[in-house]
Each structure stands twice: as structure tokens, then as C-alpha cells.
């Protein structure tokens, strides 16, 4: 059974910046594309970026430039530097692969407000 832990919000200032990661266990995830998501209060979960295993990546108008999604296969791990964060990225943010096929983990809640 694959197990999607993550970790890395928390509060931050507007302009500043976190880095999330994501563990994987129970699965090899080195042959999926996967991604990041989040999930605001009262919105449906969107896909923020994605990264194919061989390194192509896909991120949302609404992050691009800001927001850089990385893998380490070796390490099953996912991550997402988040610069210039805006009290919109405000949300809890979750792995999965794309499309979402896996359960969900917990998510890792990310608060941008001053």
C-alpha cells in the first residue's frame, strides 16, 4: 500500500519562501509522473506543478516562476520550493502521483499571512 507523507508548511510572511517534501513508501515511484497539489478553504484540490520521471515539468499560471517542483528517485522523495509565497498560495498541500490515483496523504498546511 503506497504511503504519501508530507512535510515542510508552516507560517510564513508574504514574499517568503518554504520547501515541501513528500516520502513515499510502499511503491517504487521512479516510473510515475507526480505531482503537487492544494486544497484552499471552501475551493477544490488543484494540481499545482508535475514532473515526468524523466524531468518534464508542468506548473500552474498561478505558480510559474515562483514555485519549482524536484524528485529524487533514488530517494522517493518529492519537493517544492515555494519563493515569493502570496497570501493566495494559502492552502494545504498534498503529493500524489498524476493523475491522483493513490490515497491521499495528510497534506502539509501552508499559511502565507503578515
Known amino acids: 500500500q503506497v504511503q504519501l507523507v508530507e512535510s515542510g508548511g508552516g507560517l510564513v510572511q508574504p514574499g517568503g519562501s518554504l520547501r515541501l517534501s513528500c516520502a513515499a513508501s510502499?511503491?517504487?515511484?521512479?516510473?510515475?509522473?507526480m505531482g503537487w497539489y492544494r486544497q484552499a478553504p471552501g475551493k477544490q484540490r488543484e494540481l499545482v506543478a508535475s514532473?515526468?520521471?524523466?524531468?518534464?515539468?508542468y506548473s500552474a499560471d498561478s505558480v510559474k516562476g515562483r514555485f519549482t517542483i524536484s524528485r529524487d528517485n533514488a530517494k522517493n522523495a518529492l519537493y517544492l520550493q515555494m519563493n515569493s509565497l502570496k497570501p493566495e498560495d494559502t492552502a494545504v498541500y498534498y503529493c500524489?502521483?498524476?493523475?491522483?490515483?493513490?490515497?491521499w496523504g495528510q497534506g502539509t498546511q501552508v499559511t502565507v499571512s503578515s
Open positions: 500524489n502521483k498524476f493523475p491522483a490515483r493513490w490515497d
Open positions: 510502499g511503491i517504487i515511484f521512479s516510473p510515475y509522473t
Open positions: 514532473i515526468t520521471s524523466t524531468g518534464t515539468i
